[in-house]
């Protein structure tokens, strides 16, 4: 069945310093890719999206590119911010499963001054 | 614009009390799911509907009903509790489009329940 895998955490980083949490899937079909962001005490914000290969999705400054040969979408941030510390969820939507989401484990992000 | 609205946002329970989880959406989303996380695990779907007056089961349905009586609002049901049910609750919207569903999810922000 579908399924996301991503990074385990927590990670800590220290301001202005390169960001990357690792995700792949397994799907049967061709999924659609998210991340979303929560912060503390708050819901999901979906943060970015790519719907086929190759896309790239990006917002805020945070990137991940749709990678179909190696089952992939990444998460970058060149520069990260202490205001970017939050709980981070790779998901998937498969149109072969009635677009039903499936989320990976989540990854906690704490950046430091 | 409220968006995805969830009452309570905490609750303590006792093992064996039942209460009802209320998920208000004013998008007119089609769609409307609950979701629970648990540390380590992520989001798992307990159920869903796909518009008024229909629900399904998600991948942990046990112990839960819910119901979807009208468009705006989706109702999840403890009939008795249990301490394996101490989660955070999420309600989540969707909708669809020209009769696709749009593949992007609306959450609330979550209730906090706690089952002694």
């Known amino acids: 069945g579908d399924s996301v895998t991503q990074m385990e955490g927590p990670v800590t980083l220290s301001e202005e310093a390169f960001l990357t949490i690792n995700c792949t899937y397994t799907?049967?079909?061709?999924?659609?890719l998210f991340w979303y962001v929560q912060y503390p005490g708050e819901g999901l914000q979906l943060l970015l999206k790519?719907?086929?290969?190759?896309d790239k999705g990006s917002n805020k400054g945070f990137e991940a590119t749709y990678r179909k040969e190696t089952t992939s979408f990444h998460l970058e941030k060149g520069s990260v911010q202490v205001s970017d510390s939050a709980v981070y969820f790779c998901?998937?939507?498969?149109?072969?499963?009635?677009?039903?989401?499936?989320f990976g484990t989540g990854t906690s992000l704490t950046v430091i001054p | 614009n409220a968006g995805v609205t969830q009452t309570p946002k905490f609750r303590v329970l006792k093992t064996g009390q039942s209460m009802t989880l209320l998920c208000a959406q004013d998008m007119n989303h089609e769609y409307m799911y609950w979701y629970r996380q648990d540390p380590g695990m992520g989001l798992r779907l307990i159920h869903y509907?796909?518009?008024?007056?229909?629900?399904a089961k998600g991948e942990v349905p046990d112990g839960y009903n819910v119901s979807r009586l009208k468009k705006q609002n989706f109702l999840l049901g403890l009939e008795s509790a249990a301490p394996s049910q101490t989660s955070v609750y999420f309600c989540a919207s969707s909708y669809s489009l020209q009769g696709m569903v749009m593949n992007i999810q609306y959450f609330g922000a979550g209730t906090r329940l706690s089952v002694l």
């Open positions: 509907s796909v518009g008024e007056g229909t629900t």
């Open positions: 790519a719907t086929k290969a190759d």
């Open positions: 998901a998937l939507s498969d149109p072969h499963t009635g677009n039903q989401f499936y």
């Open positions: 799907a049967t079909g061709y999924p659609s």
